[in-house]
């Protein structure tokens, strides 16, 4: 596949089935993402993968913001516990 290709197929999904990721897909999928390029090789990025009544207390975070509010304001989520989150770094 070629940029073409690949931005004509592109799509935002918006719509999931309720069928849970297993541990062994979000395993292959962030080797695959490990290997994606990044400039001078610094490779930035950290991963944190939530699941469980981890997500459950993140999405009850994420929907109580009210947006434009300087009060609950932040640039990324803040967790008072991460032992709570999966590092699969």
Known sequence: MNVTEATQR?????????DPVTDEQ??????VASRAPSGGNVQPWRVYVI???SMERFRS??????????STRCTRPVFKNRTELIDMS
């Open 26 to 31: 979000i395993k292959d999928l962030l080797e």
């Open 10 to 18: 592109r799509a935002s999904i918006r719509s999931f089935l309720p």
């Open 61 to 70: 975070f994420i929907s109580s913001r009210k947006p434009g509010d300087s």
């Open 51 to 53: 699941n469980g009544d």
